[in-house]
């Protein structure tokens, strides 16, 4: 399984971003995808993420970080196992390394679906400033 991100770069404050993410492999469903992002001497932090409600379910839950609701949008699409995140009115606060994540379960050796693993994506850069 991989995860495969795009997006970023440099934009000014105000300006907006859009970062895409998709997975790819050999699994048995995708129980949430998201981003998070890490600031220089920070912790990671979650950012956006949405969560299946069910495995046959096109509708999840969605959690944000308070410091991005209003601004920032997140969208999947179960279809093609993507996970975009539109950011706009973007602050210098919001410079930081994204990553996309996912909690996949994998088909086991019996072929029985497995629990839930924890996949990340190269980070990508996102720069706020004037």
């Known amino acids: 399984v991989q995860l495969q991100a795009s997006g970023g770069g440099s934009v000014q404050p105000g300006g907006t971003l859009r970062l895409s993410c998709a997975a790819s492999g050999r699994f048995f469903h995708i129980n949430a995808m998201g981003w998070y992002r890490q600031a220089p001497g920070k912790q990671r932090e979650l950012v956006a993420t949405v969560t299946s409600r069910a495995i046959l379910s096109s509708d999840g839950f969605t959690d944000y970080a308070d410091s991005v609701k209003g601004r920032f949008t997140i969208s999947r699409d179960n279809a093609k196992n993507t996970v975009d995140l539109q950011m706009n009115s973007l602050k210098p606060e919001d410079t930081a390394v994204y990553y996309c994540?996912?909690?996949?379960?994998?088909?086991?050796?019996?072929?029985?679906?497995?629990?839930?693993?924890?996949?990340w994506g190269k980070g990508t850069q996102v720069t706020v400033s004037s």
């Open positions: 994540y996912a909690r996949i379960r994998l088909y086991g050796e019996t072929g029985l679906p497995t629990d839930g693993m924890d996949y």
